[in-house]
């Protein structure tokens, strides 16, 4: 059964985009069958992934709306493992048409339970905002990755985040965890890095990764060019960085098992 894993941050330019393609792509590497659903209307994750979004016939949008089955969206990314469900601009359209649908903040979920057991993680890309899509995403997902950049007024709005999580807890997914807090864009030229990584560290606690990923011109340069950076430069230092993401999610996961056995 897929860990469903909403990587969400309702503030831009923190480099969700940059982490859905990155981490998923690193989990395949490491031999796990993934499953991105790209549900941001601005679609990056699938033109970060090589594919044109404008000549798309099947997207997120048509699972949602419920006129396609998940199943038939799915798209190779290139990455053996690794599998794509695209977005389109036409989920801009979404959150209004899905307004008078019943049970409107369940349809990723309804979509979602026949492909569960085919993958071992599914990540979902939401958009920079609160709105019906990630609310979709929120009820459906097991956790939460937030990525968090480094830079002034980091908390902003990430107060807001927690409120909407504790909310979908109370009212649609008892079960729903914060997976962890991901510190991106770190310059340690400058001190507020620092002092940012302190402050992150003092609010969330043991919930911040270990890994903190960097400035790194070669993650910026690979949306453009379609691929995610294993591809486009594997031996940067935001590949590597990527990478250690993926190693210690895993590791997460492998000692939560252990102690799942042993209560057992």
């Keep these: 059964m897929a860990k469903v894993i909403a990587i969400c941050n309702q503030k831009g330019g923190t480099g969700k985009t940059t982490t859905a393609i990155n981490l998923s792509t690193f989990l395949a590497k490491a031999n796990k069958k993934v499953l991105l659903i790209d549900i941001d209307p601005q679609g990056n994750a699938t033109s970060g992934l090589g594919v044109d979004k404008a000549s798309l016939a099947n997207s997120i949008y048509h699972v949602l709306l419920n006129q396609l089955e998940l199943d038939s969206t799915v798209l190779a990314s290139g990455i053996e493992k690794l599998s794509l469900v695209p977005s389109s601009v036409d989920l801009v359209g979404a959150e209004i048409e899905l307004v008078n649908v019943d049970e409107r903040e369940r349809r990723l979920c309804q979509c979602l339970d026949p492909v569960r057991e085919k993958f071992d993680f599914i990540l979902i890309d939401c958009p920079p905002s609160l709105g019906i899509l990630t609310l979709n995403a929120l009820v459906c997902a097991d956790s939460v990755l937030?990525?968090?950049?480094?830079?002034?007024?980091?908390?902003?709005?990430?107060?807001?985040?927690?409120?909407?999580?504790?909310?979908?807890?109370?009212?649609?997914?008892?079960?729903?965890?914060?997976?962890?807090?991901?510190?991106?864009?770190?310059?340690?030229?400058?001190?507020?890095?620092?002092?940012?990584?302190?402050?992150?560290?003092?609010?969330?606690?043991?919930?911040?990764?270990?890994?903190?990923?960097?400035?790194?011109?070669?993650l910026s340069e690979a949306p453009g060019f379609g691929k995610p950076i294993l591809l486009y430069d594997p031996h940067s230092v935001g590949a590597k960085m990527y990478e250690e993401l993926a190693k210690e999610i895993l590791s997460k996961e492998a000692i939560g098992e252990e102690q799942t056995t042993s209560t057992i």
């Design 146 to 218: 937030i990525p968090i950049q480094c830079e002034y007024y980091a908390l902003e709005g990430v107060t807001q985040l927690l409120k909407t999580i504790n909310l979908v807890r109370d009212n649609l997914n008892p079960a729903l965890k914060i997976e962890g807090v991901l510190l991106t864009m770190a310059d340690y030229r400058t001190n507020l890095t620092n002092e940012v990584i302190n402050e992150i560290k003092n609010f969330f606690k043991d919930r911040v990764y270990q890994t903190i990923v960097p400035r790194n011109i070669r």
